[in-house]
């Protein structure tokens, strides 16, 4: 009994005092190799990494990666301020909101780009198998699906709409996550959704169409997401976020030219079977960050009022 | 004038009729079982539901058996486990040691109940922004979750079981000279017991939810975190699978705290069995 109790308030003060270090943004280096914990998603987008690491483009640029999926992309932000992760991998309207809301993040590398061809793009706006919408336009008053509101669905769709000659404010947009879409689909809850692959592809299979691709409707070749650090890091290490940037880009422009060896990759990170992996439409992965195409995205939130002002895009980039 | 009836039995003799009832209840709750298992495996064979959105047991099953050949399935089960237990001895530790402190000096008693009346509604999920910030998307953020949450049943069960203590006992333990300590040991701890152990139970429940919870929200390592990489994916039955393993593990926590219950109650009024007459 004494024993016990002795072990159960220590275990105590010991919980305790984990629980106060760890929040350094100090990078551990281990035989001469930096540690890199990166948070991403378990999506198609962030396939470069993994083979970026198969293929040692991490390690010879002396650099150890642990890649961390977190469950959606709120857990990201937050776990790169804390420096839980050293690097982070968002899209760039929320990166642009979090940089509003004051969190000193910069980002550092292109993460995952549009196809930029209409139609065949890696995400696009489906209705339904039987659904009379023909364009965009025809989507005003009715609900469609997108992940989170007040984002980059949120503001592509109304971008696709405006396009097609419609008046966003009709629009009704629902949440809804990535995954739960095509059953809401298929069950005629949402007239549309604001979908990525591999959901795309399974809606598209249940016999749904492509109405439009929202991010080719945005911008031209729009850059949909990065990877970020935090100021800190750039600050104490900057030759060691370089060295990251580096081999990201070496990483993005080998998955570019290997579509093949992408695919393979997706079954040592994510649960999409083998049947569906190659039907895909793969998103592009250009080695830098189309900023003019961030711009865009950063004036359509700023006119669909997502973010209060017009926003710094200089301050955003590393370099 | 009608003859009397004499009133039936309160206690029904144990020996006589207990083990053929208890074969016939088990034959029921297995037949209870394989008629769910069939109404699943029919529901989407039929075509009620997309068997996209709900995959006929049998496939699931295939899959579970697939998964379970695999190492990420199990080791994402021993974390789930492992966050569960270290929680749960965390918040039982916790919640034992300040409800008999305080139990035992009711003047802060009184000073803490307001604020432990205020604290023990927050929904523990309600603190997942929270334990993100402190402790990122790790075991942390699980341990805080699933020890916020299974502190309170405790403590409440600890505080309840310190006051039910028997007058008797505790004056006769006083007119011997018990030491504080000695009362503590052989009368408070004793009588509060039960208490405590029911405290523990609905606290185990409660933090294997929570567990899954801060997996499945967070992306903390575990089974909560591959239902999610599995939703992500293409894969319905595989997503059933992980689901039907949280299941299974909430029915072995329940099964394996109450035998440690009666184990440590084999004394207990509650538990002993009277030996028939």
Sequence with gaps: MRRALASIVAATVALAVVGCGGSGSDVKTEGGNAQLTVGVIPIVDVAPIYLGQQKGFFTKRKIDLTLKTAAGGAAIVPSVMSGEFQVGFSNFTSLLLAREKG????????????????????????VPAGSPARTAKDLVGKRIAVNTLKNICDSTVKASVRKAGGDTSGLNLVELPFPDMPAALAANRVDGACIVEPQLSQVVAAGGRVLTSMYVDAAPNLSVAGYFVNEKLLKSDRDLVDRFTEAIKESNAYADAHPDEVRQVLSSYTKITADLAPKLTLPKWPAEINKDSVATLGKLATDDKVLTQAPDLNALYAD | MRTEVPPAPVVAPVAAAGAPRRHRNALRGAAGVLIALAVWELVPRVGLVRSADLPPVSSVLRVLAREAGTGAYWTAIGQTVYAWLLGLALAAGAAITLGFALALVPRVRAFTTSTVEFLRPIPSVALIPLAVLVYGTGLGSSLLLVVYAAFWQIYVQVLAGVADIDPVA?????????????????????????FVLTGVRLGAAVALILAV?????????????????????????LVYALVLTTGVLGVLVNVGVRAGERRLLRWHASVRREVPV
């Design chain 1, 103 to 126: 969190l000193p993040l910069k980002v550092i590398a292109n993460g995952v780009s549009s196809t930029g061809e209409q139609g065949k793009d890696f995400g696009a706006i489906v």
């Design chain 2, 170 to 194: 505790d004056e006769t333990a006083r007119s011997y000279r018990f030491s504080r300590w000695g009362r503590i040991r052989h009368v408070v701890w004793p009588s509060a017991l039960p």
């Design chain 2, 213 to 237: 919870t801060a997996e499945l929200v967070i992306g903390a390592p575990g089974l909560g975190l591959a239902i999610a990489v599995a939703r992500s994916g293409t894969e319905p039955a």
